[in-house]
């Protein structure tokens, strides 16, 4: 039996909760090229992400494993994430619902993350209890009807592992579909 | 009289050492804060630059060291050398190969406190 | 009929009478001679051929390049002591663009060219009885250098100073082009057209048009190590169009080659000479073939963390780093232009951990980090006040400087590598894919980008599926 790997690519707006998702999972210790933040986002955030945050979680007893890469939402930093979206199994586009002002450029960010996209993606509306809400935005970004959304607290790092199970299990109906559809 | 503000400088550079063409000065999240005449005014230059010295920092990490001299670029086109300045900039000097870096350190060196804002 | 008179040195070809000077160089053309021509004439006139073109030409009397450059005024006094490398009596000026960006690269190549033409153009009708032929000799200002871009070890293997070491071993496993030495004794050109010539040197009966031989040995670069380097290199372009329009199949490539060699047993390459999109426009030649372009590692290639291309598509991919106890080789050979990409891609990494090096020490071995030498810190202060992004300068007007690039390289528009063999686009297929080896720091899973194909949804469905529940099962049940 073959080691199993699975990849989640977790990015969105500036501050939307990305980090904070993936240190809710990660066993090991989230390296994150974070830096002290400039200009008018150091008023929202002393410190932002460069280049792209890393954590892992693994299977206790077998080789499983799932690895977890947050790269900037920022559109200067857009060519991060074009480069990871091509190596891993499903995305997810963190987003915060109370962040109203990042609303319009994370509708930019979403769709140009959609174009090319090969793999499932998950929006998950943070700061967010209900799902209706949750949905309204994320189709006023430009997300797909298909497109899974999941309201969450990211703040709370049980929220956080949830947003990542309904990731996972996305990513599994994505998977078992394809199969059923080859079989 | 010597210049003071970052570009002045970064021209002076590029005009006072032979081999440097052009220079950047961004801040470590991405931004572009000055850069030489000889370079036009591109975004993604001061992201990528960021991101590159954010994960050479991770870099140094890996090899047991724990603070980040220089990340260089050596190319067939000549030299990249990118330098942390303080803790919040970036400068990165496009040169040839054969340009004399000490000469270009020792030209940084001397006028960091312009580059970092501290002086005016 | 033309036949050879071999001196001690050179062949030089006379004639049953006197032949204009253009047919000479129109049978020069046919055999995509490269080397020096010299017409006997008052003064003598040398020309210089790549690839049967004429790139430059001088009268013996003429002053230096370098002179007439300055007194014609496209270059100042500056940029010829910059540009100039001296070595003895000669001074070369092939590195003069690379030396210093600030000359008018097109005045000067125009300069040159014009020159060039009119001496040609007032000798062609000329009947010249003998002609001193010395293949492969270029001329001594390195002038050839601004038009064809040889793979030569001095241009490439610049020692990278003030930075760390570099790991020699992957330039060590390729070996290089290596050329056995013009050796004039075996050296002849056939300029007589009759097709029952036999083969100069066995006997065979030559079938086609007589092609210069010489008798070289011809080491082809180990093409899948090549391959490697480049497909590092294809992946680090850093605008669009970088290696992607570089042709890796090997066929292809070796068809691109526009030097004949006959090879002892008789047999010839003659490669074609396909119109290529690339051409030299500013090229000497009073031919009308254009001179095909044999592409190059794309240059501007920057450390392989992560690049951009056209399509979006990006790549992650670094080369294995290793260690080795074998010594830095001389750069003495040649060394496959590929292998230095390589090396240089290592090097960017190797740079960020290394301090700097010593300036004045040679390059040497690497077995362990290089010595530190210290240079005093860049002064720390505290941290800026947030100063407002939008305050960038803009122009002054000047022309601005953007970062080299496939297209804009003066080594592509201008590359010829016929006369040094093959290309870097003999390099094919791209071997196993570079991944990042790492043993990071607090047990941190290495990432595994490349050596781990994305799983597609048709992979291994069932054993994929379990593993993705267990996960998922796991991640459910996990308490604080």
Redesign the interface.
Known sequence: MSAQTFKILVTGPFAAGKTSMIQSVSQTHVISTDVVTSGDESGVKSHTTVAMDFGTYRLHGDDTRLLLFGTPGQARFRFMTNILKGHVDVVAFVIDAEATETHAVAGVELRALARDLRVPAVIAVNRCDDITVARRLARSLGALDGEAVVPCQLIDPDSGREVVVEILLTLLASIESTTAEVA | MTPT?P?AIL?ELVESI?GV??AILV?????????S?????E??H???L???I????????????QQ?????????????LV?P?????VLAV?A???VE??RV?AF??SR??WF???RS | MLHNTRTADTAALTVDGAQPVWMTLNDARERAFTGELVFEADPEVLAYLDNGIVYYAERASDVSLGRRLLDAGVIDIGQVERGTVRVGDIEHLGRLFDRDPSVDRDAVVVLAETSTHDLIAELANRAITTVRVTAYRHHPSGVHRWFVAPLDAAAISRPVSAVAQLDTTIVDELPGLSFADTDADEFMIEWDDQIAETHPLNGTPLTGPPVAVIDEQFDVADVEAAQVIETVDETVGTEPEPGSEIDTDTDEDLAGFEFAVVWPDGSEELATSDTNDTVDTNHTADASEPMPVVGLAPPGAVAPIFTQSDGGDLRFELPPLTISDDPEAADADVPDEVAVAVRRAIAAIEAAMAATHDFARPPEVITQLPEIVEIAPIDEFDSVDAADTADIASPAGLDWFAPPTMATSAEVLYAQTADDGPSVDAAADAVAAPTLVGSPAGGVASVGFVDEPVEAEHDGGIERSSALRRLIGSLRRKDH
């Open positions: 503000d570009t021209d032979d063409r052009a801040s470590v999240d991405g931004f572009g804060r000055a850069r005449s000889s370079i036009s005014d975004p993604s001061a992201a990528m960021a991101a590159a954010g994960l050479a920092h991770q870099l140094v990490v890996m090899g047991g060291g980040l001299r220089q990340l260089v670029v050596d190319h067939d086109g000549g030299l990249m330098w300045i303080g803790d919040e900039r496009i040839t190969t054969t870096q000490r350190r940084v060196q960091v406190a970092t804002g501290a």
